[in-house]
């Protein structure tokens, strides 16, 4: 038994359609939208603003605040209880170690600067859609940065090493499934966010996010168009 | 970046008969009603004012009905000012505005037999359908009770009822192609009075500044199901009644737009 085709109809490397634009919440600072097949994140920012309470603040750097939120009629089953779970806090703090290392917030000290990310609809992925709509919403901002985060799942069903998994594929029923969020910094290859769960062999894995590489390349593509295109500006 | 206008500003524009994004005070913005937008709720839309927009989703469940009300389901709103939406909805727990736009949509909605829960009894005393409505604001630029409540009714009016297994639904089963049966569609409708001008669709800088508000809910008929008055001023008798006016004619236009969304 092997896992001959999948689900959708994809190739075992490709994305499933991306769409992205950004300047989607206007009374934020910065937005954007990222939906990645059936998962859509919406992610704003507001700030650099005064933190309070004032324990919080660095007085050497602004503070990067992540706010994941599930909409409740957002998941494939029953409905997701609003308000931050153990879950969310986690990935509120994943998704943060993925976008610091391209943000410089030494020019904010005492500040916060709070993205928002929240999920209308998921279909699995939406630590990396929600990676990828707040780089894009930061730079709407207009924050310094050194480049977008594109981030995707790779992972195994069964016996083959795919992209971007989706639910069906997390559940496929026979052999071993491992899903593997990576997310990483186009221009230079640096790996911000992994994790992985399921089972894998060490040569799986690191062929799994080699094979699947050329996944970020056409993100940060898809990325840096939408955030060009709101100010007129040319890609590179 | 928001930049805020002065109150004195908005109010010399408004005796003027214009305002600050050059609509007339009883002019609304553009507004589009969507349904189906989310692949994963039962019902779900998305309905703008302008750039105010707001997603709302039906989840359907199954459980007991209450002892005392054994022949009936259950309908639960639930409106959270998303702080994503406004930079004046901070993260934690919700303000008294906040808790005050939501309360005013569920009473609007629950108060008005949107939905009749004896109509959601599946098996008398033992099984009863549990609707869940989230309303969910994206950019929250004012009007928020009308908009999430349009929104409400528009994913409530288009659920499709998931088939049963082992009296819980099979979410990954096609729709049975029986829909959420909705029985009335109630239409809030808000009014501002700033200085001695009534504003309608007014945007979160408007609403800020307003002297009262008045939110008058209506059905189809005409009757009134639902009112709420906020604001830190005063009305007299005649504002309200020419407030009564404003409300129920446009909530009969609303109402057309609304059908015709949904067909």
Redo the contacts between chains.
Sequence with gaps: MTYAKRYDGRKWTETRPITAETG??????GSARFKIG?T?A???V?GP?DLHPRFMQDPEKGVL?I?Y?M?????????VR?GPSRRSKELNLVIQKALLPVLNLDDFPNKVV?V???F????AGSRCAGICAASMALADAGMQMKDVVSAVSVGKVDDKLVVDMDYAEEAHPEGEVADIPVAVIPSTGEITLIQMDGKITKEELIKGVKDGWSAFDTIADIQRKAIAGRYGGKEE | MQIYASKEHIIAALQKGVRLDGRKPEEYRKITIETNVTATAEGSARVKFGDSEVIAGVKLSTGTPYPDTPDKGVLIVNAEMLPLSNPAFEPGPPSINAIETSRVIDRGIRESDTINVKDLCIREGELVWLVNVDICPINADGTMIDIGALAAIAALKGAKLPPLKDDKPDYKAEPTGDMLPVSSMPIPITVIKIGDVLVMDPTFEELSIADSRLTVTTLADGTICAMQKGGDGTLKIEDIEKMLELTTKKASELRKDLEKALK
């Design positions: 989607v919440v206007k009374m934020a600072d059936k859509e919406i992610a704003a507001y603003r605040r706010f939120s909409m409740p009629f957002s998941g494939a089953g029953d409905r609003p709070d928002f990310v929240v209308p609809q998921t279909d």
